[in-house]
């Protein structure tokens, strides 16, 4: 049987995959903002951090589906 049988368990997983994802996108840009800030190098910590933050997420989301299989 599956973790995810009860649909309840599914749409808060799907929820928690988004916002998992949102949350480190968003980490990431808000810390490469700032050091662009404190550096004066815009906008290009900005973008070190949006990959970053992505990169972080979708390995995040990788160990949670992984630990759901």
């Known amino acids: 049987m599956s973790k ?3 649909p309840w ?3 808060i997983f799907v929820s928690l995959i ?3 994802l949102a949350v480190c996108i968003l980490a990431g840009v808000w ?3 700032y ?3 404190q550096l004066t190098t815009d ?6 951090g949006l990959f970053l933050g992505l990169a ?5 989301v990788y160990r949670l ?3 759901y299989l």
Request: overall charge neutral; glycine content about 14%.
């Open 43 to 48: 906008p290009w910590f900005m973008m070190v």
């Open 35 to 37: 050091l662009d800030r």
């Open 9 to 11: 368990q599914a749409i």
């Open 65 to 67: 589906i992984r630990s």
């Open 18 to 20: 988004g916002v998992d």
């Open 4 to 6: 995810l049988d009860n």
């Open 56 to 60: 972080v997420g979708i390995y995040s």
């Open 31 to 33: 810390g490469g903002r």
